[in-house]
């Protein structure tokens, strides 16, 4: 049984900086897609992040490009989110997603099979 499960979520002024883990757990991982989704309040969810099996091909939200970093751990069971220059309009819980599928649509959170229960994360002006 896949589990994901985020952590490093809070409270933090804007300009400020955190940094998400998600621990992935239930199978090997070496092969699978994973990504970041966000859901501001009253929104929809949105894409934030997305990285491929290996490490090495990254893509992300125009509206987080250049202040966010996805990367994932050596063993490729745990993806991480660093959020630099934080902003208010960042503020939203933040999924983790992962799938074992050989094609994806990245954006699309359809094509992620499992989910995390999400980190808030709220960035006061």
């Known amino acids: 049984q896949v589990q994901l499960v985020e952590s490093g979520g809070g409270l933090v002024q804007a300009g400020g900086s955190l940094r998400l883990s998600c621990a992935a757990s239930g199978r090997t991982f070496s092969y699978s897609f994973m990504a970041w989704f966000r859901q501001p309040p009253g929104k929809e969810r949105e894409f934030v992040a997305y990285i491929n099996w290996s490490g090495d091909s990254t893509y992300y939200a125009e509206s987080v490009k250049g202040r966010f970093t996805i990367s994932r751990g050596n063993a490729k069971d745990t993806v991480y989110l660093q959020m630099n220059s934080l902003k208010p309009e960042d503020t939203a819980v933040y999924y983790c997603?992962?799938?074992?599928?050989?094609?994806?649509?990245?954006?699309?959170?359809?094509?992620?099979?499992?989910w995390g229960q999400g980190t808030q994360v709220t960035v006061s002006s």
């Open positions: 997603a992962t799938t074992f599928r050989t094609t994806i649509v990245v954006r699309n959170p359809t094509s992620f099979d499992y």
